[in-house]
Every structure is written in C-alpha cells, then in structure tokens.
C-alpha cells in the first residue's frame, strides 16, 4: 500500500460501487440508444414519385400535316368516299338556330364561337371541293395549310402565334445554334371546339411532416 | 505460475487485487464505457460521401482556374456515378455574349396544371423526399393580385377553375438582388447574363438568403437529397442542376445547363399552353422583345420591394 492511502471503508466501497454500476448503466444505455435510434424517421411515409405523364411534351392532338408525316392512316379525310362531288351536303338546323350534326360524323362536337356564332360547316369547309378549305376572301388551302385558315379570322393571334408568343416553341431559343419546333394551331385546339378543356393537375407540394392528406382525389379529365 | 497453488489466507495479496471486486467493476466500466463510445459514434457509418479532402479544399468557383476546374469536375462525375450508378457529363458552362434573359408568363393562358413544377423537378435533380419544388403557382381569384391570400395546395379534380387564375412563381432573377448582397460568404452571385447563380461547394447554408428573398425562391436541403436513380438527368452543370449535398441552398436558375447552350428551359417545354416565353431581351427580335413590345399590362411581382425582376407576368386583354 502506498503512503497516504488509507484503507476504503465499506460504505464508501459501496458508494463507489453504485457510482461505476450506475455509471456502467448510463453508457450502456446510451450506446442501445445510438444503435436502436428510435427517433430516426425510417418508417416514415414516402412521397410518391410524380405520375410520368406529367412529364411528357407531347401535344394533345396530332393535326393533318402530322399524320401525313408518319405516314398514317389518312381514310378519315377523304370526304368524296360519302359524299358525291359537286353536290355538297346541305346543312340542317334545328329550331333554336342551332346546327344539327349528323350521325356520321358524331365525333364532332360544334362549339366554334359563343352563342353558336360559328356554327356552319362552310365557313371554313369548301363546298365546291371538300378536300380543302376556303376563307371569307376566296383563298383555297389545303388540309395541312389549316393554320392559316384558323389565322384567316383569328388576326392579332395568328400574328403572336408566327412570333412564337402564341402557343408552345420547344427547342433552341437561340435559333443560330438549333432547330425550334412551332405547333399548329389543331395541335392544342380542337377545330370544331377550340376552347381548351379543362384537365386534371398534378398533385400539390407536401409539406415537410408527413402524413400529409391529400385534397380530394380526382377521377383523370376526359378530352372530347 | 510456476508457484505451487497457496490455500487461501485471509491477508490480501496481489492476486486479490487483480481480481478483486473494485477490479473487476473498473475494468467492466472501461470496456462498457469504451463500447459505448463506439456505439455512439455510430452516425458516422453514414457519413461516406460526407466530404473527400479534395471537396475540402476546394477553391471559391470566381478563383478557379480551367485546370482546377477540369479536376472538380472529375470529381463530381466520379461521386455521382458511385451513387447513382450513371457516369454524368458535367460542364461548366460560361455566359454567352451579348445575352441578358428574361422570363415572360402569360397569366391569361396558365391553367395551373403544375407539369412546369414536375418536369423542373426531373430535369435538376431535385429531391423527392423531402420534396424541394423550385416552382411554387399559386392560385389567386381574378381581379387579386395579393398573392399573401393566395392558395398553392389546390387539389380540383379539373383546372383551371373558373373564377381564377394561376401564377407559378420561381426565382426572378432581380436585377437587384437582395439575396446576394446578403450572403456572407458570396456564394451566390449574379452572372452577366443575369442568372443569379449559387456554388454548392461553398455554400455554408446559413440561409440568411432564403429570409432575405421576397418571393421564397430558395430552398434549403435539410438532408440528402433524394433522387432516384431512374429519374437522375445526366446532363449537368457545374453551377446548375449537378446533385447537390446536405446543407446548401438551391434555387431556379433558368436551367443552365440548357440555355446557356441556346435551349429553353425545362419549365417552358413542357407547359402545354405555351404560357410561359424565354429569351434574350437585347435582341430585339426574340419572343420576349417582342411580348414587351405588343403586350400592354405587364406586372412584375411585390415591386414595391425594389427588387427589378427579370420575370414579367402579363394578361392578353
């Protein structure tokens, strides 16, 4: 024993004792504690990845000058298998002015215009030769010329349009270092009725606690 | 012990010492101790890609010469292609001369269907969980422009609703930005073609620059990002949509890596009624010289803050 060292006595043996037992404890702990990390948020939910159609640039509709590009099929514009040439079909109209469609041609919902303004076949179709289109002056186009007939009336956003301020460019901005790609008009409106429909949208940023509950669930937008 | 085995005695020796009571809970508490020690530095196994020395000592993005340049970038398609599994391309991409952009948005034709916010996502390595949007469109009832009643959480099983219109808001590239003149260590600065830009690599994320911006363009990364490896968008840029880390901000920045190369921005390409017009204003016969001439009311958002934004929000009628 060295000098100095006087000999524990019990009591201060057993204090000692729970001191290094409660000491030995408290780490122990800890390093469960450390392991086990029970506050870490692993089970937590997952914000589900965005649906990929969200994601796509295609455009809504394909218009006559696409299809004739992929070289698809092309029957449903070739009017004279119906109708006889030079005898156009007359246009029949029911009791409030508006424009009956016939069941032939079911698929086609008119709505050209407010207060049905726009609703007579030969404003844009040629009655002298159904494979093209006339204008209010006298021009003759072609099916995949529509956009300037939709411009024949439609001024001011023909011209932002040919600006590419109306409508959709993809592309290059910087014209001298790539190609721009320019939609037509039938691309996004749909002739007969060219007002945009309404369609359903990708769902709202959540918050950084989770579970977040989402605004009513939506049944996918249908487009005529 | 070449010692013949004692019988015990009562008087304490050396052996009692060493394997006394007091002995043995000493030792016992050292290796629970030293254990325990270990265990609590358990954290560190998920430190991997934490920081590599090189990270460490990298110079500011101003400072760095080609050659230091060539090297990060290395690195980072190196570090991304460990975690990911996909080799980027990683550019560094200067301005262009002679160019300054703008943004214009035609708040008549947005329907706030969102896909703007969702494809800015994919193509700048965003994190999913949890979610940083760059884009935020709100909602706002027609004839409100106060956009502190607006509502981003709309959830309508159809837009746009009638009543309303829709306004994305990203960051507005000001032309005085109070986010930079905060930023401590500058590491966010404007470039000359008007992109405020953030090195991620110097960032400390003290995010004074996120209180100090108006319109809550810039977010923070509380923690790793999380992308997933099937979405990843190899196509990167040092200053733009590389993965970043825990702890740095991030924000729009006009898609770098795409219009620094003459492209739109990811934003722009996918909104399907070609709301939104980008270009170069000094040339006067780009889409946005051309929306600033012809159009006639034009707002760029909380101006009264002095900010100058390169963002122009307009209506047709």
Partial sequence: MSPGHKRPTEKSLRRTNRVLVGVTCGFVALAVAMLASPWKPSTQARIPLVDPSFLE?????????????????????????????????????DAEHVLIVPDEHSDIKMGHGTHNRNNLCYNCHNEGNLLTFSTRDGNELQFAESSRLCGSCHGPNYRDWEAGVHGRMNGYWNHQLGEFRRLDCVNCHN?????????????????????????????????? | MSQPLQPPTGIPDETDRLMGRRNF?????????????????????????????????????????????????????????????????????????????????NLTRCIGCRKCVHACVAENNQSRNPEIQYIRVLKLPHGSMDVDKADHLYNPPAVPEKGYFYMPVQCQQCHNPPCVKVCPVHATWQEKDGITVIDYDWCIGCR????????????????????PKERLNPNMAYLGNRPRKQG???????????????????????CPVGARKFGNILDPESEVSYILREKRIFIQLKEEMGTNPRFFYYFEK
């Avoid at chain 1, 394909?62 to 246009?91: G, I, M, Q, T, W």
């Fill in chain 1, 57 to 93: 640039q295609t455009a809504w509709r394909k218009s006559y000058a696409d299809l004739a590009r992929e070289k698809a099929d092309l029957s449903d514009f070739e009017c004279y298998v119906c109708h006889e040439k030079k005898n156009p079909p007359p246009l029949r109209y």
């Fill in chain 1, 191 to 224: 002739p007969h009725s060219p007002r945009i429909p309404t369609r359903q949208p990708a769902p709202p940023p959540h918050p950084l606690r989770l579970p977040f509950v989402p605004g009513p669930s939506a049944p996918p937008a249908t487009t005529p």
């Fill in chain 2, 25 to 105: 809970l000493r030792s016992s508490a050292a290796f629970a101790g030293l254990g325990a020690l270990a265990a609590s530095l358990s954290p560190l196994r998920d430190l991997q890609d934490y920081t590599s020395v090189d990270e460490f000592v990298q110079k500011y993005y101003k400072e760095m010469t080609p050659d230091d340049m060539s090297k990060v970038i290395k690195r980072i398609e190196d570090q991304v292609q460990r975690q990911y599994g996909i080799r980027p391309h990683v550019r560094d991409l200067k301005p262009m001369d002679g160019v300054e952009f703008v943004y214009c948005l």
């Fill in chain 2, 248 to 270: 740095v901000m991030e924000k729009c920045h006009f898609c770098v890596q795409r219009t620094r190369v003459g492209r739109y921005p990811a934003c722009l390409e996918v």
């Fill in chain 2, 208 to 227: 004074y620059c996120e209180a100090a911006c108006p319109y809550w363009a810039r977010r923070f990364n509380f923690t790793k990002p999380d992308i």
